[in-house]
C-alpha cells in the first residue's frame, strides 16, 4: 500500500510581487535558478549593509528587508522552513507597512514555511488581514489569494483551496501578470492532486515546467518535475514517475541541492518498491537516509525508514522490519501526518505475524482498522466538499459547455473513487478476517477471556450484573443461606413512572436516571450486597445475612439517594421515586423463583398504593417487628 504523499518538498519559485530594484529584482529570478546561489548572494550584501554606516536609515532598513526577502524565499525553495520563518520575522520587523510589496512578500515567505496546525490558521488570519487592505484585483491581491490558497490545501480543506486558487488562477490570465498566473496553476496542480483529478494536475504542472524550462529556472524546473513523479506515481505509472524522478534528481545535482537529491531518491525508491524491485530501492533508500540524516530532516527520516521497512519484508527480514517500524512509530505516530500512520501499523501487524508475535499483530491490526475508517471517511469528506464548492464554482462563472466537460470529468473521477472504495472495503473485510484468526490465537491468554466474562455478565449501561449474572448470583446466595441458616433477603426494585420520564424527557435522561440509580446504590448498600439489572427499570436487590429490618433501612438509604436524582427542564413536576417488594427467605423456602414471586407480589402492592413506597411480601409477617412496621410506616409519604 502506498504512503499517501503528505511530506513532500514544496517551493513556489519566482517573488510573486517583483522588486521594482533591477540588482534586487535579479536576486529574485536567481531563487528560482539557483537557490544555494542567491542565498549565498543575498547574505553577502545583507552583511555588507549591517558592516556599514548607517547614512541613510529608511533607504538601509527598506533594502535590508528586501534581502531578508530573498533569503526566506531562497531557504524555502531549498526546503529550510525554519531558516525561512526566522529571516521572513526579521524582514517583517524592519518593513512594517500594511501596503508595502517587500512586507507583503515576506508576510506570504513566512505564511507559505509554515506547516503546523495552530500556524497555518494564525498564517491564513495575517493573510487575509492584509488582503482586505489591496485593492481587489491588484497583482498584491492575486499573490495573497494564492498563499492563502495553499494554506487551506495544508489544512486539507480542499472545499475552500480551489475556489481560492481558481479564483487566482483567473484573475492572472491578462499578460501583465503572467508569472502569477503560472504560480496560481502550479499551486492549483497540488489541489487537482489531491483531490484525485489527476489528468488536470498534469496539465496545470506542465505549465509550470514549460515557464521553467523557457526561463532558465533550474531550481524551480527540478521541483516541478518532482512534482509531475509524484502525479504520476499515485496514477500508478511508476515507471514514468521514475523518469520524472531521475530528472529531477539530475538537475538537483548540478546545483549541489542535496535536500532535492535524497527526495528524488526517496521517491524512486518507493516506485522500486511498488515494481518489485528490491535491489535497486535499498540503494536509493540508503542514499536518501544518508542525506537526511545529515540535515537532521526527522520527519523525512522517518519516511524513508518506513519505506525501508516495507524493502525488509519483502526480502523476509522480518526482525529486521519490526525495529525500523518500532523506530517510526516510537511516538505512535503523533510526529507524522494522520494519513501516512495506519499503514504503517499494518506494516507492523505483518512483521509481528511473521515473528508469531500474534497479540502484537492483532494489536496493531486493531490500531490500522481504526485509523483506515476515520482517514477513509475524512478523505471521502473531504473530496466531497471540494467536488461540491469546484461545481459551485464554475456553476457560477461559466454555463456553457466548458461546465458540462467538467462534469463529465467528475462523474468518471466518481466511478473511479467509488470502485476505489470498493476495493478499500475489500481490503477491510480482509483485515477484518485477519483479526478474527488472530483472536483465535489470543483466546487462550487468561486476561482476554475474563474480559469477555466480564462483557457477557455485565449489563453496558449501567455496569451492573445482567439479569443472567443476577441470577446466578442470587441463587448461589440462597444456596448459601440455607446452609448456613441464616435470613437471605430480597427486594424488586421498580423506577416510578419512568416511562413518563422518558417521554417528556427523552431517552437520554431515562437512561441518566438508570445510571445515578446504579452510582446510588453502590453508594448506599454493603459490599456484601448485590444489586442487577433485572429488566428495563426494574432491578434485583439480593442481601446476604439480612433481617427486614436491616433490609428496609438499607432500602430507605437508597430510596434518599434517589429523589436527588435531577432531571432536565422538560421534567418539570416530575421527580425520580421507587416502589419495592421485599422477600425474606426461611426454612420452607425451596426455591429462588418462589421467593423472587412473593417479592414481586409486594412491589405489586407498592404501585397499587401509589408508588414511591417499600412493602413486604405476605407469608414474612413471623419476621415482621416493630422496627419494620416503623419503617414501612415511614417510607410511605
Known amino acids: 500500500m502506498l504512503l499517501a504523499a503528505a511530506w513532500l518538498p514544496f517551493a513556489a519559485g519566482a517573488s510573486c510581487l517583483e522588486n521594482p530594484d533591477p540588482e534586487l529584482h535579479r536576486l529574485q529570478d536567481l531563487v528560482s535558478e539557483d537557490g544555494t546561489k542567491a542565498l549565498r548572494q543575498a547574505q553577502s550584501e545583507l552583511d555588507a549593509l549591517q558592516r556599514g554606516p548607517p547614512s541613510d536609515l529608511h533607504t538601509n532598513a527598506s533594502r535590508k528587508a528586501a534581502l531578508f526577502a530573498i533569503l526566506a524565499q531562497a531557504y524555502g525553495i531549498l526546503e529550510l522552513d525554519g531558516k525561512a520563518r526566522e529571516a521572513a520575522a526579521k524582514g517583517l520587523a524592519l518593513a512594517t507597512g500594511e501596503h508595502d510589496r517587500v512586507h507583503l512578500e515576506l508576510l506570504s515567505a513566512y505564511a507559505e514555511s509554515v506547516y503546523d496546525k495552530a500556524g497555518i490558521a494564525s498564517a491564513i488570519e495575517a493573510v487575509e488581514a492584509a488582503r ?6 491588484s497583482t498584491a491581491d492575486t499573490c495573497l489569494l494564492m498563499t492563502r490558497g495553499l494554506l487551506e490545501h495544508r489544512q486539507d ?10 479564483q487566482a488562477y483567473r484573475a492572472s490570465i491578462a499578460p501583465a501578470v503572467t508569472e502569477q498566473h503560472i504560480m496560481s496553476a502550479d499551486y492549483l496542480s497540488l489541489v487537482m492532486r489531491s483531490m484525485g483529478d489527476y489528468s488536470e494536475a498534469l496539465a496545470l504542472n506542465q505549465e509550470k515546467i514549460d515557464w521553467d524550462a523557457s526561463h532558465a529556472a533550474t531550481m524551480s524546473l527540478s521541483v516541478s518535475r518532482f512534482m509531475r513523479g509524484q502525479i504520476l506515481k499515485l496514477m500508478g505509472s511508476y515507471d514514468a514517475a521514475i523518469v520524472e524522478f531521475t530528472a529531477a534528481r539530475k538537475l538537483s545535482l548540478q546545483l549541489d541541492d542535496l ?11 518507493e516506485a522500486h518498491i511498488e515494481l518489485g524491485r528490491l535491489a535497486p530501492a535499498q540503494r536509493e533508500c540508503a542514499s536518501a537516509l544518508r542525506i537526511f540524516s545529515v540535515a537532521q530532516s526527522g520527519d523525512s527520516m522517518k519516511e524513508t525508514m518506513a519505506l525501508q521497512a516495507r524493502i525488509e519484508m519483502g526480502l523476509g527480514h522480518a526482525e529486521r522490519a519490526l525495529g525500523i517500524l518500532n523506530r517510526v512509530l516510537d511516538h505512535n505516530g503523533a510526529d507524522m501526518p494522520p494519513r501516512d500512520v495506519g499503514p504503517l501499523y499494518q506494516w507492523r501487524a505483518r512483521a ?15 490500531e490500522y482498522v481504526g485509523r483506515y475508517k476515520a482517514a477513509n471517511d475524512a478523505e471521502r469528506n473531504r473530496k466531497a466538499n471540494a467536488e461540491r464548492a469546484r461545481f459551485e464554482t464554475d456553476r457560477e462563472i461559466e454555463r456553457n459547455a466548458s461546465l458540462q466537460r467538467e462534469l463529465a470529468l467528475s462523474h468518471e473521477q466518481s466511478s473511479r473513487q467509488a470502485q476505489q472504495l470498493r476495493w478499500n472495503a475489500v481490503v477491510v473485510v480482509a483485515g477484518v ?6 483472536i483465535y490465537f489470543l483466546i487462550a491468554n487468561r486476561r482476554y477471556r475474563q474480559q469477555l466474562v466480564k462483557l457477557a455478565s455485565q449489563d453496558p449501561l449501567t455496569g451492573l450484573p445482567n439479569r443472567r449474572r443476577t441470577a446466578e448470583l442470587a441463587a448461589a446466595s440462597l444456596q448459601a443461606a440455607g446452609e448456613s441458616q441464616k435470613p437471605l433477603t430480597i427486594a424488586i426494585i421498580d423506577m416510578d413512572h419512568f416511562k413518563v420520564i422518558n417521554d417528556r424527557c427523552g431517552h437520554a435522561a431515562g437512561d441518566h436516571v438508570l445510571k445515578e440509580f446504579a452510582r446510588a446504590g453502590r453508594e448506599a448498600l454493603r459490599e456484601s450486597d448485590i444489586l442487577g439489572r433485572w429488566g428495563g427499570e426494574e432491578f434485583l436487590l439480593v442481601m446476604p445475612e439480612t433481617s427486614l429490618d436491616l433490609a428496609v433501612a438499607s432500602l430507605q438509604r437508597l430510596r434518599t439517594l434517589v429523589c436527588g436524582i435531577r432531571l432536565p427542564a422538560t421534567g418539570s413536576g416530575l421527580r425520580v421515586t421507587l416502589s419495592a417488594g421485599l422477600s425474606s427467605s426461611d426454612e420452607d423456602t425451596r426455591s429462588l423463583d418462589e421467593l423472587i414471586a412473593r417479592a414481586d407480589a409486594a412491589l405489586y402492592t407498592a404501585k397499587n398504593d401509589g408508588r414511591d413506597a417499600i412493602r413486604i411480601a405476605d407469608g414474612n409477617e413471623q419476621t415482621w417487628s416493630t422496627g419494620v412496621r ?7 409519604m
Do not use: S
Not at 357 to 364: I, L, T
Open 259 to 269: 535536500q532535492g537529491i535524497a527526495f528524488a531518491d526517496e521517491r524512486i525508491c
Open 433 to 438: 478476517w485477519v483479526i478474527a484468526l488472530l
Open 630 to 636: 416503623r419503617a414501612l410506616r415511614l417510607t410511605t
Open 352 to 366: 509481528n505475524a511473521a515473528l508469531h508475535d500474534y497479540r502484537g499483530a492483532y494489536n496493531d491490526l486493531q
Open 132 to 137: 482586505m487592505l489591496q485593492p481587489r484585483g
Open 157 to 166: 480543506r480542499e472545499d475552500l483551496a480551489i475556489v481560492t486558487l481558481t
